[in-house]
């Protein structure tokens, strides 16, 4: 029989870390939230929108551009990353603008491209 290394070889728990780290887990709402968020981080155009946007803000029409993409397909994602609230967008006549909804998501962009690098 094949001996797995990654898992432990018998059963045994430090009841006081398990206590502790069960304490420390944000609630089930808070987890959703947190899952909805990272859900965007896995779809390629909404990363490329987001990179995009990360040092500027840029139109709609121009990241269209940028994405190669019909303006509704990246309206749609827009949209989806406004409602996780990752982007905002501010209305100048006939434009729209959008930015990254604050530095946490700038951060997470940073941190996760440099990740990806690393590995």
């Known amino acids: ?9 018998e059963y045994s728990i430090n009841a006081e870390a398990v206590a502790h780290v069960k304490e420390n887990l944000p609630d089930a709402e808070v987890l959703e939230k ?9 779809d ?3 990363l490329k929108i ?10 709609v029409c121009e990241l ?11 309206s749609h994602h827009l949209r989806r990353l406004k409602d996780l609230g990752l982007v905002k967008y501010r209305r100048e006549g ?3 603008y959008y930015s990254l909804d604050d530095e946490h998501v700038q951060q997470l962009l940073t941190v996760g491209l440099e990740h990806s690098l690393h590995r």
Not at 1 to 9: A, G, H, N, R, W
Not at 64 to 74: F, K, Q, R, T, Y
């Open 1 to 9: 029989m094949k001996m797995v290394k990654d898992i432990c070889q």
């Open 34 to 42: 947190l899952s909805a968020m990272f859900s965007a981080f896995a």
């Open 44 to 46: 390629v155009s909404r």
């Open 50 to 59: 987001m990179l995009s946007i990360c040092e500027r803000e840029l139109c």
């Open 64 to 74: 269209a551009e940028v994405l190669d993409m019909s303006m509704p397909a990246v």
């Open 94 to 96: 006939k434009l729209v």
